[in-house]
């Protein structure tokens, strides 16, 4: 049976400088009840999504842009892809403050995308995200320590998300973000995270969702560097899409 | 076998007046990985949330306040509860547009939520909150519009959600939101609604996802008339955890 393509996926880490940020005020009403006067333009209903359609997979693109700091090492994040199933896509994110202890924050992120990778089809991980992150971490033999998010989509079009710490993802469909992880922190920018050392977070730290995916869908993954610094309207924006939902823009 | 109450959950329709709005910076960093020197403090890894613990449920808490101007009639949000199973939990926000054309407002998300609280065990159902939509609706003859939100908790922990338009879900652990829905709209102000005209969204629009919740979350949904007007962090403080995770203050 022939795989559908889902989306375009952009696997991105961004750094973006310092700009003096920029202000933003969210929408505050008086209304507890929406506005518009019905019937109210819409997407008819004679072309809904598909709920029972066509098997579905990934299609990927990605994108590294190191810290400018951290460009000569390669930066400190690591990631992996894999079509088995309807697609895998994972994002670790090397913990900065490693290196203060000269050790190298990227050999762990490297090192849990690795294994991670090697056992995408491992028997006893049974194609769960969250089992994944176990047996990654539990084969990780590098010091430091990582955040992470790993996403495994069905083909049935169940994407199954497990994540420690402030890797994000999010779906996009027909130019609006219809779902979004939470970022997991102890406190401001100390994110929970898989660790060598006993004080970590674990698998069972992670927090476990699902979302149904439609064809034409749009996944945007990435570290913190993307989503702290990138609004998720301008991520639209920079995906952009056609009337089928095709992606035709990438971030770069 | 007895059910464990999973948390205190606060059914919400807020209408503030109008304060002028706060204005907030999102975070701006130009590192693109975590900053914090490890070993972190942390969650003991000794005692995570449980993975496979006693059976969940919610247990309930409600508050309906609805704006100044609406107070006379009740209001046009509707909302119900139920004990099924883990628990079920629905929001529906009726489309205040249609007072123009002379139509109570309220009468299709109230239908709507009736017809829906009497579907919750319905075979054909199968406890499926996208095919509760999608019958309950069926159900109703009322003319009008809604956006709705229905949540179903299966014992085994697993909350699963289908939304159409922006009512909202948070699910709150240890003080910190660590899942989200997100809105479906047209544009600005204009959810994705059912209706009682064949221009409105249907059951196949929905966004559907899931979150797995461990003992002691703190669920909040409501309609737009919270989430616009509360931020998430405002949220989470007027909630209020206890070491263990047992909810001790509500919104109101």
């Given at each position: 049976?022939?795989a559908t393509a889902v989306?375009?996926?952009?696997?991105?880490?961004?750094?973006?400088?310092?700009?003096?940020?920029?202000?933003?005020?969210?929408?505050?009403?008086?209304?507890?009840?929406?506005?518009?006067?019905?019937?109210?333009?819409?997407?008819?209903?004679?072309?809904?999504?598909?709920?029972?359609?066509?098997?579905?997979?990934?299609?990927?693109?990605?994108?590294?842009?190191?810290?400018?700091?951290?460009?000569?090492?390669?930066?400190?994040?690591?990631?992996?892809?894999?079509?088995?199933?309807?697609?895998?896509?994972?994002?670790?994110?090397?913990?900065?403050?490693?290196?203060?202890q000269n050790v190298n924050?990227?050999?762990?992120?490297?090192?849990?995308?690795?294994?991670?990778?090697?056992?995408?089809?491992?028997?006893?991980?049974?194609?769960?995200?969250?089992?994944?992150?176990?047996?990654?971490?539990?084969?990780?033999?590098?010091?430091?320590?990582?955040?992470?998010?790993?996403?495994?989509?069905?083909?049935?079009?169940t994407l199954k998300i497990?994540?420690?710490?402030?890797?994000?993802?999010?779906?996009?469909?027909?130019?609006?973000?219809?779902?979004?992880?939470?970022?997991?922190?102890?406190?401001?920018?100390?994110?929970?995270?898989?660790?060598?050392?006993?004080?970590?977070?674990?698998?069972?730290?992670?927090?476990?969702?699902?979302?149904?995916?439609?064809?034409?869908?749009?996944?945007?993954?990435?570290?913190?560097?993307?989503?702290?610094?990138?609004?998720?309207?301008?991520?639209?924006?920079?995906?952009?899409?056609?009337?089928?939902?095709?992606?035709?823009?990438?971030?770069?």
């Amino acid at each position: 049976m022939a795989a559908t393509a889902v989306s375009q996926y952009y696997l991105s880490f961004h750094s973006i400088p310092e700009d003096g940020g920029t202000w933003r005020r969210r929408r505050r009403r008086t209304g507890s009840s929406v506005c518009c006067t019905p019937p109210v333009p819409s997407i008819p209903s004679s072309s809904p999504p598909p709920v029972v359609g066509p098997e579905l997979s990934l299609s990927f693109g990605a994108h590294v842009i190191p810290h400018p700091k951290k460009v000569e090492k390669g930066g400190e994040d690591a990631f992996f892809i894999s079509s088995y199933n309807g697609g895998v896509v994972a994002v670790a994110d090397g913990v900065s403050g490693w290196a203060e202890q000269n050790v190298n924050p990227a050999l762990f992120s490297r090192e849990l995308m690795s294994k991670a990778s090697s056992l995408v089809e491992d028997e006893e991980v049974s194609y769960n995200p969250r089992t994944l992150i176990q047996k990654a971490h539990a084969a990780t033999s590098s010091v430091g320590s990582a955040t992470v998010i790993i996403a495994m989509l069905e083909k049935n079009g169940t994407l199954k998300i497990a994540s420690v710490g402030d890797c994000g993802l999010r779906v996009i469909r027909k130019g609006q973000v219809v779902f979004s992880t939470s970022p997991e922190e102890h406190y401001f920018d100390c994110p929970y995270q898989l660790s060598s050392e006993a004080v970590g977070q674990t698998y069972l730290d992670a927090t476990v969702s699902s979302v149904e995916l439609v064809k034409g869908d749009t996944l945007v993954i990435g570290s913190d560097g993307l989503f702290d610094n990138v609004f998720d309207h301008e991520i639209v924006s920079a995906v952009g899409t056609t009337s089928d939902g095709v992606t035709n823009t990438g971030i770069s």
